[in-house]
């Protein structure tokens, strides 16, 4: 149960509903590997890595809608 709060209210500071669903779920998989490590370093290491993901993502989608906008 822990588990779940703490990742419902890792979602939720988020505070974009969009966000709060599948912020809600990296919670719960930085919860797990947490408490089956017993270390910060890998829910860091987690947490860094899907923003990374996340705005190199942003980054390419941005750049194909502007070329889009260009050749329109």
């Known amino acids: 149960m822990p588990v779940v709060i703490s990742s419902l209210l890792f979602g939720l500071c988020h505070m974009i509903p969009?966000?709060?669903?599948?912020?809600?779920?990296?919670?719960?998989?930085?919860?797990?590997v947490y408490k089956n490590t017993r270390t910060l370093i890998y829910p860091v290491i987690i947490h860094v890595v899907n923003n990374f993901c996340n705005s190199i993502t942003e980054i390419v989608l941005s750049q194909t809608l502007r070329e889009t906008i260009d050749i329109l």
């Open 18 to 32: 969009v966000q709060i669903v599948y912020t809600f779920l990296m919670g719960m998989v930085a919860a797990i």
